[in-house]
C-alpha cells in the first residue's frame, strides 16, 4: 500500500507540474509576441515621414477663404435614338451629369397646386 501510494503521489506532483508549466508558457509565448509586434510597430512609425512643421501647414488664399458657390443646375438632355442607351454612351459613364441652369432663379411650386404627386389634394381648380 505504501508503494502504491508513493507512485500514485509522484504522478500527482509530475502532472501538477505539467499543468503549472503548460499556462507559464503560453503566457511566455504571448508577452514575446506583444513585445515582437510593439517593435516592428516601432521601426515602421521610424520609416513615416515627420509630421509638418508649421511653416509647411496649409495657409488661405490671398484672396480670403473660399466660399461656397450657390448655382441651380438642371439635368443633362438624354440623347436620343433607335438604339437602347447604355452607360458607356452616356456622358460621365452612366453618372447622370448636369448643368448651370440658365435662369438662376429658384424653381417654386404654382400657386394652388399639391406640390406633391399622389398627396390626395385636388390640385388646381
Known amino acids: 500500500m505504501n508503494i502504491a501510494w508513493t507512485a500514485w503521489t509522484d504522478i500527482a506532483a509530475s502532472r501538477?507540474?505539467?499543468?503549472g508549466i503548460g499556462p507559464f508558457v503560453a503566457g511566455l509565448a504571448v508577452v514575446a509576441l506583444l513585445i515582437g509586434a510593439?517593435?516592428?510597430?516601432?521601426?515602421?512609425?521610424?520609416?513615416?515621414?515627420a509630421?509638418?512643421?508649421?511653416?509647411?501647414?496649409?495657409?488661405l488664399p490671398e484672396g480670403g477663404p473660399v466660399h461656397e458657390v450657390r448655382e441651380y443646375r438642371e439635368p443633362d438632355e438624354v440623347p436620343q435614338g433607335r438604339h437602347r442607351l447604355t452607360p458607356h454612351r452616356l456622358?460621365?459613364?452612366?453618372?447622370?451629369g448636369?448643368?448651370?441652369?440658365?435662369?438662376?432663379?429658384?424653381?417654386?411650386?404654382?400657386?394652388?397646386?399639391?406640390?406633391?404627386?399622389?398627396?390626395?389634394?385636388?390640385g388646381r381648380h
Open 16 to 19: 501538477d507540474l505539467q499543468v
Open 38 to 49: 510593439f517593435v516592428i510597430g516601432a521601426r515602421i512609425r521610424r520609416r513615416e515621414p
Open 51 to 59: 509630421p509638418p512643421r508649421p511653416e509647411e501647414q496649409p495657409r
Open 91 to 96: 456622358k460621365g459613364h452612366g453618372n447622370s
Open 98 to 122: 448636369t448643368r448651370t441652369s440658365p435662369t438662376q432663379t429658384r424653381p417654386r411650386w404654382d400657386e394652388g397646386s399639391s406640390g406633391a404627386f399622389g398627396s390626395g389634394s385636388p
